[in-house]
């Protein structure tokens, strides 16, 4: 009786830590399952910050994961985007801000360019600036200058410092054009910005933001 006993448990445990095969003799994975996989029901977890990662599949039909944050991003990589935002006002409002891949972007109350991560630590990003100065309603001339290898540690909180906004031209005036080119560390996409500001009347000024991600 208690060898029956003795080899129950040693069955069981063996059974327990063993890899077990459905519709298979040779599993390679604790549960392997061949053939099709059927779930009744999912509960809708979208909003659940909670659940983090996403189940993916190679093509050998093994199931692992990846996380959320950074599946969103490679998302994000392979996508174009255009963004444009415009308003009127006496002064530039740092609450209009504009979100375009990574970035965020706003006028700061003294109408210089800034940028700060939209999500994720302190990071340093790299430039090249092309700054036009508008001498008339219709055109732009001299002194015009390019500055390139430009670079500002940004991150994504609401400070204007290295945790958040920093600013990407001090010398930005109104009636002015900065165009930069920027890049995110470790990514593929370029992003180029405009900021306009220029004058609508004598108390108005018109603050122009463009970016187009690549």
């Given at each position: 009786?208690?060898k029956?006993?003795l080899?129950?448990s040693v069955f069981i445990?063996?059974?327990c830590?063993?890899?077990v095969?459905?519709?298979t003799?040779?599993?390679?994975?604790m549960?392997?399952h061949?053939?099709?996989?059927r779930?009744?029901?999912l509960?809708?977890?979208?909003?659940?910050?909670?659940?983090g990662?996403?189940?993916?599949a190679?093509?050998?039909?093994?199931?692992?994961?990846w996380?959320?944050?950074d599946?969103?991003?490679?998302?994000?990589?392979?996508?174009?985007?255009n963004k444009?935002?415009?308003?009127?006002?006496?002064?530039?409002?740092?609450?209009?801000?504009?979100?375009?891949?990574?970035?965020s972007?706003?006028?700061d109350?003294?109408?210089?360019p800034?940028i700060?991560l939209i999500?994720?630590?302190?990071?340093?990003v790299?430039?090249?600036?092309?700054?036009?100065?508008?001498?008339?309603?219709?055109?732009?001339?001299?002194?015009?200058t390019?500055?390139s290898?430009?670079s500002?540690?940004?991150?994504s909180?609401?400070?204007?410092?290295t945790?958040?906004?920093?600013?990407?031209?001090s010398?930005y005036?109104n009636?002015?054009?900065?165009?930069?080119?920027?890049?995110?560390?470790?990514?593929?996409?370029?992003?180029?910005?405009?900021?306009?500001?220029?004058?609508?009347?004598?108390?108005?000024?018109y603050?122009?933001?463009?970016?187009?991600k690549?």
């Open positions: 009786m208690m029956n006993i080899f129950i445990s063996w059974f830590s063993a890899q095969g459905i519709n003799a040779s599993p390679t994975r549960l392997d061949n053939g099709d996989l779930v009744r029901t509960t809708d977890k979208t909003a659940d910050n909670s659940y990662n996403v189940i993916v190679d093509s050998n039909g093994n199931l692992d994961k996380d959320k944050n599946l969103k991003y490679k998302v994000q990589e392979l996508i174009l985007e444009k935002l415009t308003y009127v006002s006496n002064s530039p409002d740092i609450n209009n801000s504009m979100d375009c891949g990574r970035f972007f706003r006028y109350t003294g109408t210089h800034q700060k999500s994720g630590n302190s990071t340093t790299y430039y090249t600036i092309l700054h036009k100065v508008n001498s008339s309603n219709s055109s732009f001339s001299s002194p015009n390019m500055a290898g430009q500002v540690t940004i991150g909180g609401s400070t204007v410092d945790n958040g906004w920093q600013t990407l031209d010398t005036a009636n002015t054009l900065d165009e930069l080119y920027i890049t995110y560390p470790g990514d593929n996409n370029l992003y180029r910005v405009t900021f306009l500001a220029r004058n609508s009347n004598s108390t108005q000024f603050y122009t933001m463009i970016c187009e690549f």
